[in-house]
């Protein structure tokens, strides 16, 4: 089974940046896609990022275009989320995910299979 472990979270001050880390194991496939969500309690899973282990293309939400970078570290499993010039309205749980093999996921949550228990972060104004 797919694991996926997200790390990186903390309290930031308006204007800071976090790094997330998602280290995943047990994937034993190719072709997928590794994505980053963030949700608010009472709101839904909104997706802010991903890259295709397939081509390395990435996407991005609209509102944090510029300002957070995906990346991936294969020696290690790792998936990464730069968050630079943080907002208020990024506080939220992040969680990272992965698709099934061949499934272009983007940044629709109900198109990924596999999902970490998340990691807190919260941006003080």
């Known amino acids: 089974e797919v694991q996926l472990v997200e790390s990186g979270g903390g309290l930031v001050q308006a204007g800071g940046s976090l790094r997330l880390s998602c280290v995943a194991s047990?994937?034993?496939?190719?072709?997928?896609?590794i994505g980053w969500f963030r949700q608010v309690p009472g709101k839904e899973r909104e997706g802010v990022s991903s890259?295709?282990?397939?081509?390395?293309?990435?996407d991005y939400a609209d509102s944090v275009k510029g300002r957070f970078t995906i990346s991936t570290d294969n020696a290690k499993n790792t998936v990464y989320l730069q968050m630079n010039n943080l907002r208020p309205g990024g506080t939220a749980d992040y969680y990272c995910a992965v698709s099934l093999p061949l499934v272009v996921g983007g940044l629709i949550p109900s198109l990924y299979t596999y999902w970490g228990q998340g990691t807190q972060v919260t941006v003080s104004s």
């Open positions: 890259i295709s282990i397939t081509d390395g293309s990435t």
């Open positions: 047990e994937i034993t496939f190719d072709e997928y896609t």
